[in-house]
């Protein structure tokens, strides 16, 4: 079984400040690894996914993760954030074969304050 | 770009009342998935669904829950006797089919209650 630990329930940040968000995982097989964004009133939607290679990934609107296997971590970041980067960011790991159900973690609300 | 919907996108029924929950995943993806989201929660799977069958379902997927893809483009939901704790947001996904193909989301609905 697969299990997602999201630090940080809450980030407030000032807008064109730096954000991580944090993320650490636990499986006894390989997994692939997901951040989706949810923004307001929307579903989710992908921002990036590592299922093997370089350690860093690079998604859409500025965002990248580097995976870390020996501190089982999948740290979100962006250099300079907007105040549309407001909203709900999920970390979440499946499996890499099989059915691949996605096991989420708690999710982490990012605030941006002008 | 093609797009998961969700119909209603609000339900609101009494308790042990039937609900259908409406989904079009993308056409060409062979993977069917729901996940639901109770408030403050975390985002939790509930079945995945390939082939006409059920792949994998959770332990939150019990015999009150069934799935069905009753014709070539909608697949469904069903609750068969609502309890106040199945108020919820429910999320529909699909995926193509290789093992590398991403989960897409639709909007979600929310399914209240009473």
């Known amino acids: 079984a697969q299990s997602v630990t999201q630090l940080d329930s809450q980030v407030p940040v000032f807008e064109e400040a730096p954000v991580e968000l944090r993320c650490n995982y636990s499986?006894?097989?390989?997994?692939?690894l997901f951040w989706y964004v949810q923004y307001p009133n929307q579903g989710l939607q992908l921002l990036l996914k590592y299922l093997s290679g370089s350690t860093l990934v690079k998604g859409i609107n500025g965002f990248e993760a580097e995976f870390n296997k020996s501190q089982t971590s999948f740290h979100l970041r962006k250099p300079s954030v907007h105040i549309s980067d407001t909203a709900e960011y999920f970390c979440?790991?499946?499996?890499?074969?099989?059915?691949?159900?996605?096991?989420f973690g708690q999710g982490t609300r990012l605030t941006i304050n002008p | 770009e093609p797009e998961v919907t969700q119909t209603p996108s609000h339900q609101v029924t009494q308790m042990g009342q039937e609900v259908i929950l409406r989904c079009v995943p993308i056409?060409?993806?062979?993977?069917f998935y729901w996940y639901r989201q109770i408030l403050g929660q975390k985002v939790e799977f509930l079945v995945s669904?390939?082939?006409?069958?059920?792949?994998?379902k959770s332990e939150i997927f019990d015999d009150q829950f069934s799935v069905e893809r009753p014709d070539g483009s909608n697949f469904t939901l069903k609750i068969r006797s609502t309890k106040l704790e199945d108020s919820a947001m429910y999320f529909c996904?699909?995926?193509?089919?290789?093992?590398?193909?991403?989960?897409?989301f639709g909007p979600g609905t929310r399914l209240t209650v009473l």
């Open positions: 499986s006894s097989v390989s997994v692939y």
């Open positions: 669904f390939y082939n006409n069958e059920i792949s994998e």
């Open positions: 996904a699909s995926r193509y089919w290789g093992w590398t193909d991403t989960q897409y």
């Open positions: 979440a790991v499946s499996e890499i074969q099989g059915a691949q159900k996605l096991v």
């Open positions: 056409s060409n993806h062979l993977y």
